[in-house]
């Protein structure tokens, strides 16, 4: 529930990155002995997750924002069903399981459902090493006598496609190239921990990555990366509500692309050693912008939800188009609840400024659900009531505690829908 209209105001501190976070908890398990995550985010994505590799054998302990993780009795057990079905990344444990064990059968996974998200990629990629993938009702099983490096040039830039890749590879015999690789700061993460863990790996964050495969893998320490998602959407709730907040803990660089767009709309922003602020307390209308949601360095997908409702406070027409995921558009129906005024034309959300109002609006996924609460805290004339937030508790840890702290009227209550 948000009483909207308060401008936000202090200091946030960023927590470790969801897409890091998933990638990296699987990737623990190419290790035989024990890892240790450091900056670890509290968010239902990761409680679910350590009760998969639970389930798996290994031994998960969490103190504060750390967790360690004992593979060493872990086995491959199927999971055709269950627990992976719950999240997007369960596909991880595909790439990780095949490394360590030769063999894998994990359910195909659930998650964020806002359109089809095949995984043809990932399946080429263990293809090419030599491992034989078949679906069994619904579940893939996926095995190798021996995985064996290869060149890959994958046929789209796919940030699940390129780390899963890398989890079997850094297993095989001999050397992998993977080429049109993912570039995102999450993949570099994952290669950070893996090269910790004795892995071969560079080029990460380039478009050609080549992996030495090696024999065993073991434990390390590994502090996780800032979520620039998180981070990005704070910027956002800054600039829509006119404050001024300084986002702690970031990597500013991983923002050049919000931090540019908040700019041309008109927010001041100071990039700071480890920190952003935002100052967006003028009156001056801001000015609509065009948005290209695009693999990294561009803007990211996953602040097009949120930057469509900042974007319902300009002045003037804005377009916004995601070439990544070109229906991820079920935000702006619920926002039309709320009277936007946005017509999607393609992969193109069309969105002419003017004030939102309070009305009851429901997250169909975790970042139209941010869209939502961004939108709550711009009105003025009552009450936003955002269902289906279980969405995103999946990978915003204590928001409502952040934001209350901002000086927002925001609170939980459960209600019968
Ligand atoms: C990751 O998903 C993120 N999830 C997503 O964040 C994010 O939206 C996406 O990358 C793009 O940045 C995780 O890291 C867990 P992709 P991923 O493979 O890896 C197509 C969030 O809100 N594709 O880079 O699954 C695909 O359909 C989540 O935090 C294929 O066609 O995305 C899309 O159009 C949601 N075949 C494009 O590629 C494949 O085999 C990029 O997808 C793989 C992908």
Redesign the pocket.
Known sequence: MIRGGNPLHGEVQISGA???A??LLPAAILAESEVTLDNLPAIS?VAVYSEILRDLGAVVERKEDAIRIDPSNLQSVAMPNGKVKL???S??LMGALLGRFGEAVIGLPG??N???????????GFEALGATVTNEHGAMRITAKELRGAKIY??????????NIMLAASRAKGSTIIENA?K?P?IIDVATLLNSMGAKIKGAGTETIRIEGVERMHGCRHSIIPDR?QAGTYMIMAAATRGDVTVEGVIPKHMEAVTAKLRELGATVEELDDAIRIVASGDAPYQAVDVKAL??PGF???LQSPMTSLLTQASGVSVLSDY???N?FKHVPELAMMGANIRVEGRSAIIEGGPLSAAKVHAT???AGAALVIAGLTVTDGITEVTGVEYID??YDNLVENLSRLGADIWRETVSQ
């Open positions: 969801k897409n890091s998933v990638a994505d999240l997007r990344a596909y991880y998650g964020c806002f359109e089809p998200r095949p995984i043809d990629q990932h399946i080429k994958l046929d789209l830039v796919s940030v699940g496609a390129t780390i993912a995102e999450e998602i693999v990294y990211a997908t996953d990544i995921y070109g991820r996924d975790l970042r999946r990978g």
